[in-house]
């Protein structure tokens, strides 16, 4: 994923396709973008600082960029991002949201309303408990898919018979891995 | 027998309540001995929920059986319940 957008920053770089190849020089820059602007006060952290003590790595903290999800504050003139304090309570917050198994959409909808002053904390809650039905859906299944594997494993003796002779992928391929009666039908006769 | 109507919601939230209640009102016209009527709080109920695929609360449930992810409007819900009792009674 993360490699898929660098190439397409690579791409979208330079908006001269000429650009780069006179003199070696790197890709002609666009004009104006909202990075562009000059760092304001107490932007002070390099994204390499800001990696450092949030332990995210570079790659995570540009493709948050592009998620939106984590805007520099501005840059030196240099062209390097600078990142003001805050950015490391908000990397903080991506973390335990992330731990707490929200996608990147939900975390941006979290920050939008975090700072949306006409949310309430109830508009937060629903989203946390609609969060957690969608893994109690999820738990549900992948118990429900590791007692069908239980019972295929059990269907088979471990010995070193053929491949032709396996009752897993004989039980696969019969479409019945899931109901009981192939957990009777493939089960060897000791 | 009656048709049971559960409404799947989390308490605190007053659209849900609201909606909840104008719903509520076209069910009971019906009459108990027709149509029950259960709210029922996703936190407290959370694996019936879950068994159901309530996903996205305010839902219902119809006769145990997840009809509208979304609350319906009241024509729907009454379109529905009387369709329903329809079949029971043909």
Same mark, same amino acid.
């Given at each position: 994923?993360?490699?898929?957008?660098?190439?397409?920053?690579?791409?979208?770089?330079?908006? $001269?396709?000429?650009? &780069?190849?006179?003199? &070696?020089?790197?890709?002609? #820059?666009? %004009?104006?973008?909202?990075?562009?602007?000059?760092?304001?006060?107490?932007?002070?952290?390099?994204? &390499?600082?800001?990696?450092? =003590?949030?332990? +995210?790595?570079?790659?995570?903290?540009?493709?948050?960029?592009?998620?939106?999800?984590?805007?520099?504050?501005?840059?030196?003139?240099?062209?390097?991002?600078?990142?003001?304090? $805050?950015? +490391?309570?908000?990397?903080?917050?991506?973390?335990?949201?992330? @731990?707490?198994?929200?996608?990147?959409?939900?975390?941006?909808?979290?920050?939008?309303?975090?700072? $949306?002053?006409?949310?309430?904390?109830?508009? +937060? #809650?629903?989203?946390?408990? =609609?969060?957690?039905?969608?893994?109690?859906?999820?738990?549900?299944?992948?118990?429900?898919?590791?007692?069908?594997?239980?019972?295929?494993?059990?269907?088979?003796? &471990?010995? %070193?018979?053929?491949?032709?002779?396996?009752?897993?992928?004989?039980?696969?391929?019969?479409?019945?891995?899931?109901?009981?009666?192939? @957990?009777?039908?493939?089960?060897?006769?000791? | 027998?009656?048709?049971?109507?559960?409404?799947?919601?989390?308490? *605190?939230?007053?659209?849900?309540? *609201?909606?909840?209640?104008?719903?509520?009102?076209?069910?009971?016209?019906? !009459?108990?001995?027709?149509?029950?009527?259960?709210?029922?709080?996703?936190?407290?109920?959370?694996?019936?929920?879950?068994?159901? *695929?309530?996903?996205?609360?305010?839902?219902?449930?119809?006769? !145990?059986?997840?009809?509208?992810?979304?609350?319906?409007?009241?024509?729907?819900?009454?379109?529905?319940?009387?369709?329903?009792? !329809?079949?029971?009674?043909?």
């Amino acid at each position: 994923m993360i490699s898929r957008i660098r190439s397409r920053r690579k791409l979208g770089a330079g908006l $001269d396709p000429t650009a &780069g190849k006179r003199n &070696g020089a790197p890709p002609a #820059r666009p %004009q104006t973008t909202r990075l562009e602007r000059a760092a304001p006060e107490g932007a002070r952290l390099t994204i &390499g600082k800001l990696a450092k =003590r949030t332990e +995210v790595s570079l790659d995570t903290i540009r493709f948050y960029e592009d998620e939106r999800l984590l805007m520099p504050a501005g840059k030196t003139a240099a062209g390097y991002r600078l990142y003001a304090e $805050d950015a +490391v309570q908000r990397l903080e917050f991506i973390k335990h949201a992330q @731990h707490c198994g929200m996608t990147l959409s939900e975390i941006r909808q979290l920050l939008e309303m975090k700072s $949306d002053d006409r949310a309430c904390c109830n508009d +937060v #809650r629903s989203l946390a408990i =609609r969060k957690k039905l969608q893994l109690e859906h999820k738990i549900k299944t992948m118990t429900a898919m590791s007692e069908a594997l239980s019972q295929l494993i059990e269907i088979c003796t &471990g010995e %070193q018979g053929p491949i032709t002779d396996c009752p897993i992928l004989a039980a696969l391929e019969s479409s019945l891995a899931n109901s009981r009666a192939t @957990h009777i039908r493939f089960k060897k006769t000791p | 027998m009656s048709i049971k109507v559960e409404v799947f919601s989390t308490p *605190g939230c007053s659209r849900c309540e *609201g909606a909840r209640d104008s719903l509520k009102a076209i069910a009971q016209k019906f !009459g108990a001995h027709e149509v029950t009527w259960r709210d029922v709080n996703v936190l407290e109920e959370l694996d019936y929920a879950v068994q159901l *695929g309530v996903l996205t609360p305010p839902s219902m449930a119809i006769d !145990g059986e997840l009809v509208f992810a979304k609350l319906p409007t009241r024509a729907q819900l009454r379109e529905e319940l009387v369709r329903r009792l !329809g079949r029971e009674r043909a």
